[in-house]
């Protein structure tokens, strides 16, 4: 077997981003995907200062959500020139499937679909929520965010954004009882994406009710959109946080997707340097820098808060998002990105229910927090 100090499964840009802090490390670095150098087919958004050293992004002009402009920088991850920056890091691509993990004479390993085997210090499993070397999710109804979206030239979507402009939780559409909202980033070559998203909901709204709403909005602003591109999303919100077997998870197999909101790829690329660092000291260690005590407890705060998007109506799922955007910046960037801020996160959830009127509050206390799933 050929043997690596970390080999990491899965293709995204979580596995890409770790892969390339393990070589930066100096690290023998294997990654393995069915197609490694393919450009990834989704959008990815992230806050400016989570976006802090990428090599490449697109910078919103201006950011509005709930009806504010916010203080806060968006980019939006250029997918192609980040993956060139990445596998230029002297990461060995690797074609094929991870099939089977296993853990012999204290060295991890990893079976492909090819027949070639790796073994390494560490096997790390980025395949997504699919877990394909961590055991798997067990069936059940999941918390899903679902989206429907198309990819305009910019000028065409200006009815919804100016050109370079970002929009979301904005536009609510609370019919039917069904809350969705209007989301729109640029995205590089002058092209805007906009798309209607259901935040969370379990199971994940029908992606055919979406594209109906997604229809009518575009009829609504006269854009034909029958030649564009589209894109849908279909994800899980509540992947436990272990997985089973050898293999380390990592990003949204680690359960690293934002419980509240779904975003998980700016805590990913903040977590690569110092999972990375660990690797070179056993899957234990690893597993402890993508899951210490404080983003744990960060976490279960992140999860009460879907459980009160869950709870609340749809026609009240607005205020909500206006209230919490109307909370002072620091606030509002601890709550959703601060993986090990627990008391800024507490801060702010504390800060919404002093602001939220008496029928909100009731369901803001009345949820209680259970531990936090970690099978």
Request: net charge positive; with cysteine; glycine share 10%.
């Amino acid at each position: 077997m050929e043997a690596y100090d970390a080999v990491i499964a899965g293709g995204g840009p979580a596995g890409w981003a770790l892969a390339a802090a393990c070589a930066r490390r100096g690290l023998a670095t294997a990654l393995v995907a069915p197609r490694p150098d393919a450009p990834w087919p989704a959008t990815y958004g992230l806050w400016a200062d989570q976006a802090v050293g990428l090599p490449a992004v697109v910078a919103a002009s201006e950011v509005r959500a709930a009806g504010r402009v916010l203080e806060r920088g968006y980019r939006v991850l250029d997918n192609a020139a980040t993956l060139a920056a990445w596998m230029s890091c002297g990461v060995e691509a690797v074609r094929g499937s991870a099939v089977r993990g296993w853990v012999g004479g204290g060295v991890s390993a990893v079976r492909l679909d090819t027949g070639r085997e790796l073994r390494a210090r560490v096997v790390v499993d980025a395949t997504g929520h699919h877990r394909r070397l961590s055991g798997g999710v067990r069936p059940a109804t999941r918390v899903e965010q679902t989206a429907a979206g198309v990819i305009l030239p910019a000028d065409a979507a200006a009815a919804f954004a100016p050109p370079g402009g970002a929009v979301f939780m904005d536009g609510w559409d609370t019919a039917d009882g069904v809350a969705t909202f209007l989301y729109v980033v640029p995205l590089p070559g002058g092209r805007t994406l906009v798309e209607e998203t259901s935040l969370a909901a379990r199971p994940g709204i029908a992606l055919g009710l979406l594209r109906e709403r997604l229809a009518r909005r575009l009829d609504r602003a006269g854009i034909d959109a029958r030649d564009a591109a589209v894109e849908h999303v279909r994800f899980p919100m509540d992947v436990p946080v272990r997985g089973r077997g050898p293999a380390v998870p990592f990003g949204a197999a680690a359960g690293m997707v934002h419980p509240a909101t779904g975003y998980s790829v700016g805590d990913a690329l903040a977590a690569a340097p110092a999972v990375a660092e660990a690797i070179e000291h056993g899957p234990a260690a690893a597993r402890s820098a993508i899951w210490p005590p404080a983003a744990r407890a960060v976490h279960a705060l992140r999860a009460h808060g879907r459980r009160v998007l869950l709870s609340l109506p749809p026609a009240e799922v607005p205020e909500f998002f206006e209230l919490f955007f109307a909370l002072p910046a620091h606030q509002q960037r601890a709550f959703l990105s601060g993986r090990t801020d627990v008391a800024g996160t507490s801060a702010a959830m504390a800060a919404l229910f002093a602001a939220a009127p008496w029928r909100l509050r009731r369901r803001l206390a009345i949820l209680r927090q259970p531990p936090m799933n970690s099978s």
